[in-house]
T-cell receptor
């Protein structure tokens, strides 16, 4: 499946580094999402963009900064992360239709913070 | 906020046995979706249920939406090793965000 791509697939960073995760969707969708998936918690919604506008920020720490330059691209900028931020970060996209909205996930970026 | 409870957390079955995972909410749901995540993979959409009492089948998988639209189940008949993975239910909350259950991890002994 290549509808939603994410890079890099794996990332190891120190707590003082700055890095960015990239997501691109080729499905013509209007909404894009960042999720965090860790071993101890279910899928946690972090950010939602609908028509390039951020419509949701689920109390995410400011060390995570999203950017959505257009409806096909989504970034997650990372800085001064903590070891507990190590997780699988999943990007997803959907039509943005409020009533019936299936999400298509990318392969994820496995992040390890040392 | 809305929560979706999913049980069991894990299920280990012998190949050929049946498997069921349950999803429950304290509030009425407008619809419910099911996703499967293979080990090392990402969640993949399986199906969406919208109507009260709705039942849908995909080969050996049977999905049900409760009459009160507060619960749902996924049943797999005669499991195969290819069924291994984590199954998530997800419900849309009042602000149209998908809330995922904690998932049921299925392991199948060959």
């Amino acid at each position: 499946e290549t509808g939603v791509t994410q890079t890099p697939r794996h990332l190891v960073m120190g707590m003082t580094n700055k890095k960015s995760l990239k997501c691109e969707q080729h499905l013509g969708h209007n909404a894009m999402y960042w999720y965090k998936q860790s071993a101890k918690k279910p899928l946690e919604l972090m950010f939602v963009y609908n028509f390039k506008e951020q419509t949701e920020n689920n109390s995410v720490p400011s060390r995570f900064s999203p950017e959505c330059p257009n409806s096909s691209h989504l970034f997650l900028h990372l800085h001064t992360l903590q070891p507990e931020d190590s997780a699988l970060y999943l990007c997803a996209s959907s039509q943005g239709d409020r009533e019936v909205d299936t999400q298509y996930f990318g392969p994820g970026t496995r992040l390890t913070v040392l | 906020g809305q929560q979706v409870m999913q049980i069991p957390q894990y299920q280990h079955v012998q190949e050929g046995e049946d498997f069921t995972t349950y999803c429950n909410s304290s509030t009425t749901l407008s619809n419910i979706q099911w996703y499967k995540q293979r080990p090392g993979g990402h969640p993949v959409f399986l199906i969406q249920l919208v109507k009260s009492g709705e039942v849908k089948k995909q080969k050996r998988l049977t999905f049900q939406f409760g009459e009160a639209k507060k619960n749902s189940s996924l049943h797999i008949t005669a499991t195969q090793t290819t069924d291994v993975g984590t199954y998530f239910c997800a419900a849309m909350d009042s602000s149209y965000k998908l809330i995922f259950g904690s998932g049921t991890r299925l392991l199948v002994r060959p």
